[in-house]
């Protein structure tokens, strides 16, 4: 199993829709989880940090799910801007940097 | 507040010509890393470092060599250019440890060996 799996899409959906993407991660002592983003040809950029009690920013949504192992990032309200690459990004205990999912594509159509 | 600054943003390179990737970051990081990305394979880290004189391999180093003589700078050498490393090279650098959140990238060199 990989360290981190996502689901690469692509996403279609129109805008003003909900979309969601889960993220999961085979080391159940991993603690640290973000989402990035990443524009197309650009730098990835941190979205998010997801806590255990989940967390909550504007139209995004991250929650973690520690039993299964998996992590989620919900946006609501889909706008043309948010048409992006959405990176899952786990730490591996040990002092290891962090690990990236290869991660989902979402396209917002008009 | 130039962040990471990589440069160059594009370089062709034929098969067996050597060169260096140059990254620089103003924030006083102590970490910084080279990543490769490449299309349905993700990011892939190369190399990083924690700190001046102190480097480490990642998860595909091979055809790679980076030192860290200063806090700012940590540059990549392709030492052989093969058509292999055709990619688009990220530098990235955190405040914190290996793990820290806020990883800051720069904003890539395109790289295509002929």
């Known amino acids: 199993r990989k360290e981190v799996e996502q689901d690469p899409g692509p996403f279609n959906v129109p805008e003003g829709a909900t979309v969601a993407f889960n993220c999961t991660y085979s080391?159940?002592?991993?603690?640290?989880f973000f989402w990035y983003r990443q524009d197309c040809r650009k730098e990835p950029k941190l979205l998010m940090s997801v806590y255990s009690s989940g967390n909550e920013d504007g139209r995004f949504t991250a929650q973690l799910n520690r039993a299964s192992q998996y992590i989620s990032l919900l946006i609501r309200d889909s706008k043309l801007s948010d048409s992006a690459t959405y990176l899952c990004v786990v730490n591996i205990p040990g002092n290891t940097p962090l690990v990236f999912g290869k991660g989902t594509r979402l396209s917002v159509i008009a | 507040n130039a962040g990471v600054t990589q440069t160059p943003k594009f370089q062709v390179l034929k098969t067996g010509q050597s060169m260096t990737l140059q990254c620089a970051q103003d924030?006083?990081?102590?970490?910084m890393s080279w990543y490769r990305q490449d299309p349905g394979m993700g990011l892939r880290l190369i190399h990083y470092?924690?700190?001046?004189?102190?480097?480490d391999q990642g998860e595909v180093p091979n055809g790679y060599n980076v030192s860290r003589s200063t806090t700012e700078d940590f540059p990549l050498r392709l030492l052989s250019a093969a058509p292999s490393q055709t990619s688009v090279y990220f530098c990235a650098s955190s405040r914190g440890g290996v793990d820290d959140e806020k990883l800051f990238f720069g904003s890539g060199t395109q790289l295509s060996v002929l």
């Open positions: 470092s924690v700190g001046a004189g102190i480097t």
């Open positions: 924030m006083n990081h102590e970490y």
């Open positions: 080391n159940s002592a991993s603690q640290s």
